[in-house]
């Protein structure tokens, strides 16, 4: 069981990052563009209150099959953004999965309000290459990554969770 908190080697890998075990972490750093504080904020806080678009929200992101967690943080002032995922595997793949499963265009409806991205009318024709390009201009390697499990992948986890909810039917239908 490897437990190594290495960086990943930038001569093998143009992505920053730390790794420890199967998993990988994210973190990107925005400065929100002057007079969008609230547009970002309130994007953030839409789907707070809807317990459809939170499912459909959810649904998304275990559709990506590798995402642990994701988490938008706006600080100093609502003027910084912080984007943070924990996710398996290779940065590259976790984007594509990202592509593929429409994550990276909700990402837009934010991204749109911080320094750097393409306006509104370029976010349509952005290729997924400008936006890994983007992200990765704006990524710095944690300081320190932990993980709890960090050979355990989304997948088991969610196989574990299924299994769970199996044994403990079996366990009601023996009881009754």
């Known amino acids: 069981m490897t437990t190594q908190n290495a960086v990943k080697d ?12 199967v998993v990988s972490e994210l973190s990107v750093f925005l ?22 678009r939170l499912a459909q929200g959810q649904k998304v ?3 990506v099959g590798t995402l ?9 002032n609502d ?5 943070a995922t924990s996710f398996d595997g290779d940065w590259d793949v976790y984007i594509d999965d990202f ?5 990276l265009q909700a990402w ?10 393409p306006d509104a009318a370029g976010v349509a024709s952005l290729s997924l290459d400008q936006q890994k390009e983007f992200l990765t ?7 320190r990554y932990d993980r709890t499990y960090p050979d355990v992948t989304v997948k088991e986890i969610l196989k574990a969770l299924r299994l769970q909810t199996v044994f403990q039917q079996l366990l009601d239908e023996a009881s009754s």
Do not use: N, W
């Open 31 to 52: 400065k929100v563009k002057p007079g969008h504080e609230k547009q970002i904020r309130e994007v953030f806080t839409s789907a707070t209150g809807d317990p459809d």
């Open 68 to 76: 642990h967690e994701a988490r938008q943080v706006l600080f100093d």
């Open 61 to 63: 992101l275990e559709s």
């Open 79 to 83: 003027t910084r953004l912080l984007i």
């Open 10 to 21: 930038p001569v093998t890998s143009p992505r920053k990052g730390r790794k420890i075990g």
């Open 108 to 117: 837009a409806t934010f991204l749109i309000h911080c320094e750097g991205y």
């Open 137 to 143: 201009e704006h990524q710095v390697t944690a300081a």
């Open 99 to 103: 592509a593929r499963t429409m994550v």
